[in-house]
């Protein structure tokens, strides 16, 4: 993160329209350039998920955009108004409708295709005038099949573009008006003309007239192929479409002690609700009244229901999976986490990285090069004396082969699933150039408190002297602490009310400054705090007491003296425990070939002890380090040439965490720190943070293999087809299959599975 970022002006406006005409990764590069033409606008269009992200300046209206769309050739539309009751579940969304379309047109094509081609593979069933029957099934093919690619040639014509419509319309085309023009006015309409076929990796002389079986045979494939792009596709975007549909549609609000259901969509916040059993909680709110046990794992990945009672908080999503709350609602719509978890993974989703960039501006230039190759290979067959049919379907193969598909999906596709994957696990990565971030990072800095440990004090121990009992000692400390705030004895009150139910409430409650707190309970004149206090009283710790005391400063931890009736009764012990996978997952970071530093505000002795019981090694440890002084000390780092990634949860983390060339926010922490940050944990499980640096990983590299094979492909595949070594068919079917195996590649990602 520590790039440098450009801000747009205050006056500055952000809108996502919604793309159709796009046929491949030339086509989005054309809207890109056409909208960043314009004065004041920048865009970034994705081909994958057909959207375009567009930030405009005041001179420029949504209408302009629009135009600036359609002039290019294809159509643009705003956003459409979320919908809060879908009153009829039964109608199908447009991306639906359009993969039913395809769908139909490549059932009729293949119907027609299988007669044309088993006949030209075949010459014993070549019966008398067989090619005027290939010739009345592959016509509707060609034209009606393959009308979308002939419609987008036309239009991009036009407009003075070409793109991957271009070649597959000219090279069907071509295949289809030569053999139209053998048969009527050459010799292939001659009763028993037979037709030669093979689709071998072997030099064609043109002993065959006509093409009728290429030209039908390559629209279905492409046809094929666009058909299990478009599905897969949508397939990749299913773990979005599951984060958005995880909100209830409608909800029983309480008015005037009555329970009326309304649309989600009308819940204000200050509403109260009622989540029964196996219902979905309608939006983020607190708990007024019930227990229960709640289902977060769709948000969180966490399998283990969470209990919650009065006064925890609820996040909109998850599951009711016990009892009757009642919630207050205290966020709604667009502010709840579930939409800013979506919008999250959406920005994510549109965004591009540098690898896609090169990809896009390859794609450009490859569609105008591809043509110049084509006529180059048809003139130099010509001038070779190899004739016109030897000509021609080296051409064609070319034509056919080049469409840039693949490349254009391999990035687009490996990112919708890798955030869509990271979603479903509680990991929010806020943009494409993360995953590039965190091949570099070789050092993590964790910050202690909330992070490493779970950020609130808890009694690990209670030491009393002899004679005493220990849960007496407890119940009357805790009595007295709990009517104090503060972070210490909150974790006593706590212990003591788990241990012995309901406090009794302390009588002259007083605190003295830096040494603890006095009052009456049951009677007893109790005191808790520094041992100073005590002794003040006369109180003395024995030396057993005195031991026990020394040994938890010793080990980092704070202890408390508790007296009364003019004797020091026993010591508590009160900590910031570790979190039970702090250990695992710092051994998991440095598996990762990852640094790990601990960065904390605690003392040298809190902070080296904490280290020891996780596996940091002492010279690692940067402790007593004051809020401001944290970006220092990744600066520093930075400094000796480290790339950094920062993990921490606090407000005094938003720095570090913005100055960090890689910034991870636990979800449990502020809102500041997760702004800052470029990957959020929802779960305050710092072996979340292992597995959002793996799956960053493991998205990046499945980016890579998809560059690298669909790179590969065209520079492999393009001399072979020019040197007429290529079918065009077995061309048409070679394009379209390698687009849906970098579809498939990138759907691995969809098995990557948690460490936890």
Known sequence: MSTEVTTNPASDSQVELTLTGMTCASCANRI???????????????????????????????????????????????????????????????????????????????????????????????????????????????????????????????????????????????????????LFWGDAGMPGMRHGFSLTLERTHGASDIYLEAAAGVVTFILLGRYLEHRSKRNAGAALRALLDLGARDVAVLRSGAEVRIPVAELAVGDRFVVRPGEKIATDGAVEEGTSAVDASMLTGESVPVDVSVGDAVVGGCVNASGRLVVRATRVGADTQLAQMARLVEDAQTGKAAVQRLADRISGIFVPVVIVIALATFAFWLARGEG???????????????????????????????????????????????????????????????????????LVATVIAAGEDASEVLRLAGALEDASEHPIARAIADAARTASGALVAPEDFGNVEGLGVQGIVEGHAVLVGRPRLLAEWSQHLTADLQAAFEEAQGRGQTAIAVGWDGRARGVLVVEDRVKESSAQAIAELRALGLRPILLTGDNDRVARTVAAQVGIDDADVYAEVLPGDKVDVVKRLQGEGRAVAMVGDGVNDAAALAQADLGLAMGTGTDVAIEASDITLVRGDLRVAVDAIRLSRRTLGVIRSNLFWAFGYNVVAIPVAAAGLLNPMLAGAAMAFSSVSVVTNSLRLRRFRSSL
């Not at 030897?390 to 391999?410: E, F, R, S």
């Not at 479903?424 to 408190?449: F, S």
Request: aromatic share 6%; glycine share 8%.
């Open 32 to 182: 890109e350039r056409k909208l960043n033409k314009l004065d004041g606008v920048t865009a970034t269009v994705n081909y994958a998920t057909e959207k375009a992200r567009v930030t405009y300046a005041d001179g420029v209206s949504t209408d302009d955009l629009i135009a600036t769309v359609e002039q290019a050739g294809y159509g643009a539309a705003l956003p459409a108004p979320p919908i809060a009751d879908r009153a009829d579940d039964a109608v199908a969304p447009p991306e639906d409708v359009a993969l039913a379309a395809l769908r139909t047109r490549l059932i009729v094509s293949a119907l027609l295709s299988v007669p044309v081609v088993a006949l030209a593979m075949v010459p014993a069933w070549q019966f008398t005038n067989w090619q005027w029957l290939s010739l009345t099934l592959a016509a509707p093919v060609v034209v009606w099949g393959g009308l979308p690619f002939h419609r987008a040639t036309w239009t991009n014509l036009r407009h003075g573009a070409a793109t991957m419509d271009t070649l597959v319309s000219l090279g069907t085309g071509a295949a289809f008006l030569w053999s139209v023009y053998a």
């Open 388 to 458: 016109m049919a030897a000509a021609l379907t080296a051409t064609v193969a070319v034509l056919i082969i080049a469409c840039p598909c693949a490349l254009g999906l391999a990035t687009p596709t490996a990112l919708m699933v890798g955030t869509g994957r990271g979603a479903q696990l509680g990991i929010l990565i806020k943009g494409p150039e993360v995953l590039e971030q965190t091949h570099k990072v070789d050092t993590v800095v964790l910050d202690k408190t909330g992070t490493v440990t779970t950020g609130e004090m808890t």
